[in-house]
């Protein structure tokens, strides 16, 4: 049966302060204790803080998407895909929220190197960042589409708990040095993960949504129609445009790296 549409009782985006201050505290202690702990993680104590805080999300969001997209998605899942209201999907958004909030401010309050690999080339990650938490806030605001949100704000993140140490291994080459075999390892997990997970299967679920936005305003012939504006279902779907195509560039990067690699060319360890 489908879930009655209702607003969480502390309005809006408010709960995500609470995810927000804790993983800002999780990055804290980590800093403090990467700072004074005199081994190669002193040299970029933000680095080593923001690996430790973004396993935790990475790996809370990814249990939350798959339960609820997975595990429990008949019984989960409002019958409106657009307009129905899903507590697990307000719940993994929320959390998304405080997380991104996060992640923004450590970009912006961090310099020099560590500024660079928390921000990526040309600040891609925090454009991503910022998309992310833009769709956020007008899923959670509007309560629109909390269906696809138990997807798209959890189940993708599976791939980035193995990417989680990737970077921690780029940061620091002598960890590299020291356990090349693991390095190795969360290389080819991320790899065997991202591809299925975020250039696959995130654009069916893409396709699925943007079919079902077309019916929600009244392009294609369907059942259940939406009241929200044009301009906010055209927003959205723009929105998962830009994450989608963010997945196809990065997973580009991976398929080159996979055929240096099978070519025996050792430039597919500085991807």
Not at 116 to 138: A, K, S, Y
Not at 239 to 261: E, N, Y
């Amino acid at each position: 049966t489908p879930q009655t549409k209702t607003r969480n009782p502390m309005g809006s985006l408010l709960p995500a302060v609470y995810p927000f201050a804790a993983f800002t505290a999780i990055h804290f202690l980590g800093y403090l204790r990467a700072a004074i702990s005199g081994s190669v993680h002193a040299r970029l104590p933000h680095v080593t803080a923001h690996f430790l805080t973004t396993l935790i999300g990475f790996s809370l969001l990814a249990a939350l998407g798959v339960h609820a997209w997975v595990i429990n998605h008949d019984t989960a899942g409002p019958i409106d895909h657009l307009s129905g209201y899903s507590q697990s999907g307000e719940w993994v958004s929320l959390l998304m929220a405080g997380f991104q909030m996060y992640e923004i401010a450590a970009c912006l309050l961090t310099r020099g190197e560590e500024h660079r690999r928390l921000c990526g080339p040309n600040n891609i990650m925090l454009v991503h960042h910022c998309t992310v938490l833009l769709l956020v806030c007008l899923v959670v605001g509007k309560q629109y589409m909390l269906y696809y949100a138990r997807f798209y704000f959890g189940v993708p993140e599976i791939s980035s708990v193995p990417l989680a140490f990737m970077d921690l291994f780029k940061a620091y080459p002598e960890l590299k040095q020291k356990y090349p075999a693991s390095s190795e390892a969360v290389r080819n997990a991320f790899a065997a993960l991202f591809l299925p997970v975020r250039t696959i299967w995130f654009t069916l679920v893409t396709l699925d949504f943007w079919r079902d936005s077309a019916v929600g305003i009244g392009w294609l012939d369907g059942e259940h129609k939406t009241t929200e504006s044009k301009a906010l279902v055209l927003t959205i779907c723009i929105g998962q445009l830009v994450l989608l195509c963010m997945q196809f560039f990065w997973g580009s990067i991976i398929i080159r790296a996979v055929v240096q690699k099978m070519k025996g060319d050792e430039a597919h360890k500085d991807a």
